[in-house]
């Protein structure tokens, strides 16, 4: 398997999450600001995110074995200040038309704020921290549901065009949704 097909497989990943999403919040009546589901809504953003940025660490790795490319990803474990570190020094998020990303500890939770060409936002999730916040006494903000539709239709914006820039005609449809 080569290395445009693991960024590929990524993408298609990030995607299929992405369009499950979009299709239980905009269609199926669930809504994203119930607090019985924020949390799971939540992960899985941030998960399409880790991913879509993981797809391009793969496109611009210098690695072309698949054990080397799966060994430099898992480094870098859900560590998204990392990861958009090291594409920042690749020169890819300015290409990704990531303007920058700041951290922030929203009470004593850590999230990351990325801010993209068009001056839109979207907050992405620390995987770790909400994963493992059951020993924090404070509660999380309940995000809008129209937000988290907005965060959705970014980051499927962004993947088309990680992958429209890579030369790939990779796209998941929802028609099986």
Excluded: P
């Amino acid at each position: 398997m080569n290395k445009k097909q693991i960024a590929i497989n990524i993408l298609a990943r990030a995607d299929s999450t992405l369009y499950f999403l979009e299709h239980a919040l905009k269609f199926s009546g669930m809504k994203a600001n119930d607090v019985a589901w924020q949390r799971s809504i939540l992960i899985m953003l941030s998960y399409a995110f880790e991913l879509i940025v993981k797809s391009e660490i793969v496109f611009t790795s210098k690695n072309t074995e698949l054990d080397d490319i799966d060994k430099e990803l898992k480094s870098f474990g859900h560590n998204i200040q990392q990861i958009l570190c090291e594409l920042d020094k690749r020169k890819s998020l300015l290409l990704m038309e990531i303007n920058g990303y700041k951290i922030n500890n929203n009470g004593s939770f850590r999230q990351y704020t990325i801010t993209f060409e068009d001056r839109r936002e979207i907050i992405v999730e620390d995987l770790v921290d909400i994963r493992y916040d059951y020993i924090k006494t404070a509660l999380r903000n309940i995000t809008d549901h129209d937000i988290v539709i907005g965060y959705i239709d970014k980051i499927l914006e962004l993947s088309k065009n990680v992958s429209a820039r890579e030369g790939s005609s990779f796209t998941v449809r929802a028609a099986s949704l």
